[in-house]
């Protein structure tokens, strides 16, 4: 049987560890702006989160059980939003924008 991740995360090649600790603490602190559903990422959900981004720099994103796979769907929000992953656990994604 195949064992579930909790804690997904890859290595940024644009910033160094002291980046991500800082980051990855202010985290702590923000409510997910926006709730991914069933119908996953659209471009929609991908223009929402540019939006916010350029708002905030750092935003968290809650992926409802319904929507999928985590892993793809944070991997395709990364790639549709060009976005830098700081973090994901279980169901919550924390997206940077330099």
Not at 19 to 46: F, N, Y
Not at 89 to 94: A, D, H, T
């Amino acid at each position: 049987m195949r064992q579930k991740l909790k804690y997904f995360e890859f290595k940024s090649s644009l910033m160094d560890n002291k980046q991500l600790k800082e980051l990855r603490a202010k985290s702590h602190t923000l409510e997910p702006i926006l709730q991914i559903g069933k119908d996953g990422i659209t471009d929609g959900v991908a223009q929402e989160v540019l939006v916010q981004l350029k708002k905030r720099k750092l935003v968290k994103v809650k992926l409802l059980p319904a929507a999928g796979e985590r892993e793809r769907l944070t991997l395709d929000l990364v790639e549709k939003t060009q976005a830098e992953l700081v973090r994901q656990v279980g169901r919550i994604v924390v997206l940077y924008k330099r």
